[in-house]
T-cell receptor, first 111, second 119 residues
Framework: TQLLEQSPQFLSIQEGENLTVYCNSS?????LQWYRQEPGEGPVLLVT?????EVKKLKRLTFQFGDARKDSSLHITAAQPGDTGLYLC???????????FGTGTKLQVIP | DTEVTQTPKHLVMGMTNKKSLKCEQH?????MYWYKQKAKKPPELMFV???????INESVPSRFSPECPNSSLLNLHLHALQPEDSALYLC??????????????????FGEGSRLTVL
């Protein structure tokens, strides 16, 4: 059973557009990570959110943790071709060792 | 540059071969992971080592055999693999415990992966 559902699965947009990616779970989690993975590379950690309602910004990326800590979103402003990649949310279970990933959102930003 | 190094970057092997994937980290992390990733899918957890002891095995077939010789190294020994085992194999590390208390927040640091093709 997949614990973390992401939407949309695929997104193809023009450079300069804004977008939002969602990560949803039926259960509460105490922290959540967002990663970006480029083709042929390993995922790279972008951010960790811990507190319900928390908002973190990383340049043009804004991450939000839902008040009930069951969902999270990633908003990208003025997307650039360098933002192209697979975006993954992840959570740790069992003392955080069992880190499982969401279904993923594949983003393509067209110049 | 990633601080988790995986070798080889690419590996092609036959179903009767024995080969190994290697992973090394020098961040002082005490938890190390193997993930398998098929095309267009998220990484799937295979094994977790904590303080050089196997702590999680996600019901992985015995043709995959992990080994953690010391706190910096993690190997994955491969024997009698099937074509469907072809995938990107990712190694990761994370902080686990510090002075006996859990500090692991689930933040993983990945290598670039080893692309395995089984013929």
């Amino acid at each position: 059973t997949q614990l973390l559902e992401q939407s949309p699965q695929f997104l193809s947009i023009q450079e300069g557009e804004n977008l939002t990616v969602y990560c949803n779970s039926s259960s509460v989690f105490s922290s959540l990570q967002w990663y970006r993975q480029e083709p042929g590379e390993g995922p790279v950690l972008l951010v960790t959110v811990v507190t319900g309602g928390e908002v973190k910004k990383l340049k043009r990326l804004t991450f939000q943790f839902g008040d009930a800590r069951k969902d999270s979103s990633l908003h990208i402003t003025a997307a650039q071709p360098g933002d192209t990649g697979l975006y993954l949310c992840a959570r740790g279970l069992g003392g955080y060792q069992k880190v499982t990933f969401g279904t993923g959102t594949k983003l393509q930003v067209i110049p | 540059d990633t601080e988790v190094t995986q070798t080889p970057k690419h590996l092609v092997m036959g179903m009767t071969n024995k080969k190994s994937l290697k992973c090394e980290q020098h961040m002082g992390h005490r938890a190390m992971y193997w993930y398998k990733q098929k095309a267009k899918k998220p990484p799937e957890l295979m094994f977790v080592y904590s303080y050089e002891k196997l702590s999680i095995n996600e019901s992985v077939p015995s043709r995959f055999s992990p080994e953690c010789p010391n706190s910096s190294l993690l190997n994955l020994h491969l024997h009698a693999l099937q074509p469907e085992d072809s995938a990107l194999y990712l190694c990761a590390s994370s902080q686990d415990r510090l002075a006996g208390r859990p500090t692991n927040t689930g933040e993983l640091f990945f290598g670039e992966g080893s692309r395995l093709t089984v013929l």
